[in-house]
């Protein structure tokens, strides 16, 4: 039985708040972690609503967009597990209703922030294009905007929305294309000061095991997305990258020197480790 103190000791410990991502592509980081750290009180967003809540000081800890990772001064990354792709992603997606070189205006997914980011370099970069921006509500159909291209991003974008398209960009794809790297989506970061109590070990062992989990999670999210399950499975184990490795970081540097040349996040933030190196 715990004495008082230590009984005290653990309700000053816990819980830590952990913020994730309600999409199918974070579902290997997040579905082993209730068990591996039931002390931990999770909690499911979009991403750009958790990336304001941990500037806040909401949550300690969050599956951030990685734009926000640049944004927020004094955070740290605090596990090598990510999304990320190396090539196509399936789950973001550029769709225009002109040409590219005639794209005038831009509806952007409400609950994009790096996606949002790296399309706007995009189509800056290689076509010199600096489109008016419009807002798409999270939940509302991407026909019913008026834009000449729509950025789609999650679940939603593995469906294509009705209507008649010039061009579909994979966003992933594009970007490997042009830069040569992989491109990172979000990682685990935690606001400046926070404790992490060893959850930065316990997010390791929930993304390996999430791995290993694969056709569980295609089988059981699936029906819910309206996407076959075969689908869903071949999108997890041959689209994403979960570990954010050498390429990885090269590829988060890069996207954060170009994001912030092009004013999108301030300049010379280097990427912080907890315990001051990559995980």
Same mark, same amino acid.
């Given at each position: 039985?715990?004495?008082?103190? $230590? ?9 830590i708040r952990?913020g994730?991502? +309600? ?18 009180? *999770? ?19 969050? +599956?951030?967009?990685?734009?926000? @990772? /640049? ?6 990354i ?16 550029? @769709? ?13 997914? $409400? ?24 807002? #798409?509500? *999270? ?17 939603? &974008? ?6 008649? /398209? ?6 992933g794809? $594009? ?7 992989? /491109? ?18 316990? #997010? ?9 989990? #694969? ?15 075969? $689908?869903?499975?071949a ?18 540097e ?5 994001? &912030? ?19």
């Amino acid at each position: 039985m715990l004495s008082v103190g $230590e009984m005290r000791a653990k309700e000053e410990r816990f819980p830590i708040r952990v913020g994730a991502v +309600t999409y199918l592509n974070t579902r290997p980081l997040v579905v082993s972690l209730p068990s591996l750290a039931p002390e931990a009180r *999770i909690e499911v967003d979009y991403p750009s609503r958790l990336a304001e809540r941990l500037q806040r000081g909401d949550l300690d800890v969050a +599956t951030i967009p990685s734009i926000e @990772y /640049f944004r927020l001064p004094g955070a740290t990354i605090v596990s090598d597990a990510c999304i990320a792709c190396d090539g196509p992603v399936k789950s973001v997606k550029l @769709y225009g209703r002109r040409r590219v070189e005639q794209i005038r205006s831009l509806a952007l997914d $409400e609950g994009s922030r790096t996606s949002a980011a790296m399309g706007r370099i995009l189509l800056k970069e290689r076509f010199g294009l600096q489109p008016d921006l419009r807002t #798409l509500p *999270i939940g509302t159909p991407a026909e019913e905007v008026d834009a000449d291209a729509v950025l789609l991003i999650g679940d939603r &974008a593995m469906l294509a929305p009705p209507g008649e /398209f010039e061009f579909v960009w994979d966003l992933g794809e $594009e970007w490997s294309r042009w830069t040569g790297l992989p /491109f990172v989506f979000s990682m685990w970061v935690a606001r400046p000061g926070v404790d992490l109590l060893g959850l930065d070990k316990t #997010l390791v062992a929930a993304r390996d095991d999430g791995e290993k989990r #694969l056709e569980e999670i295609a089988r059981s999210d699936a029906p819910a997305l309206g996407v076959p399950e075969s $689908e869903c499975l071949a999108y997890l184990r041959d689209h994403l990258v979960f570990h954010l490795g050498p390429r990885q970081r090269r590829g988060l540097e890069t996207f954060g020197r170009m994001a &912030a040349e092009h004013r999108l996040a301030p300049a010379g933030v280097p990427l912080a480790f907890h315990n001051g190196k990559p995980a």
